[in-house]
């Protein structure tokens, strides 16, 4: 009987263990690549269908994907779950929302990696593609008229608002170093337009579970 109470403790130790290893898997990316159409991205649906996708192709299954999209009825960061979140190498993002729209977040050039577990090009490279589709506020709510038409519009029209994935911009302002909200595309939401202001119609996916 002792021999079958110590089994099963080291069994449920070892669960826990690979339970505790899995807490740590990605939970948290930038898009390597966005829709190609700019900020078209299908709305909603189609944003975290993407996410979806990405992470599968690299390896990471059993998770729900949100996109952290704002929309004209929906703030992002009530799409994103409740934390922890940890990118690609295993590095906590963030606790949970608080934590994750506080200055206790620990997004950089560094961690914001993509689902690959690779940098993505910021400020200073070339291209640059720092600019990432938010379509909020720095609370992670929306702002209005600043999401591409709910992320259905791909052209000279509309405004996407967007933020700083190396938390660098033009000067030491709030807004230039702001993850998710430094500034609205200008242009339009093609993919040029995006292109234009040092993005490229990437954003941030977040697992739920």
């Known amino acids: 009987m002792r021999r079958l109470l110590l089994v099963t403790a ?8 690979v339970a505790s290893a899995q807490d740590a898997t990605m939970s948290f990316f930038v898009t390597s690549v966005g829709s190609g ?5 299908g709305g909603l649906k189609g944003a975290d269908a993407h996410c979806a996708s990405l992470a599968e192709a690299a390896g990471v299954t059993g998770k729900t994907w949100a996109a952290y999209l704002s929309t004209s009825d929906t703030d992002a960061r009530d799409r994103i779950g409740k934390g922890p979140w940890f990118d690609a190498k295993g590095v906590k993002i963030a606790d949970d929302v608080a934590s994750l ?3 206790a977040n620990a997004i950089t050039k560094q961690t914001a990696l993509d689902e690959k577990g690779e940098v993505v090009n910021g ?3 070339k291209p640059n593609r720092h600019d990432i ?4 506020k ?4 929306k702002i209005a008229d600043q999401t591409c038409g709910d992320w259905t519009m791909g052209g000279a029209e509309g405004a996407a608002m967007v933020g700083h994935h190396d938390r660098m911009g033009l000067d030491d302002s709030a ?3 702001s993850w998710n909200s430094s500034h609205a595309s200008r242009g339009g939401c093609s993919q040029d337009a995006l292109k234009g202001t040092g993005g490229d119609g990437l954003f941030y996916c977040f697992a739920t579970n």
């Open 10 to 17: 080291a069994t449920l130790l070892a669960a826990a263990g």
């Open 37 to 41: 159409k700019g900020a078209d991205l």
């Open 101 to 103: 729209h506080s200055d």
């Open 123 to 125: 400020r200073g490279d």
């Open 133 to 136: 589709l938010t379509g909020s």
């Open 138 to 141: 720095p609370d992670g709510t």
């Open 175 to 177: 807004a230039a170093k």
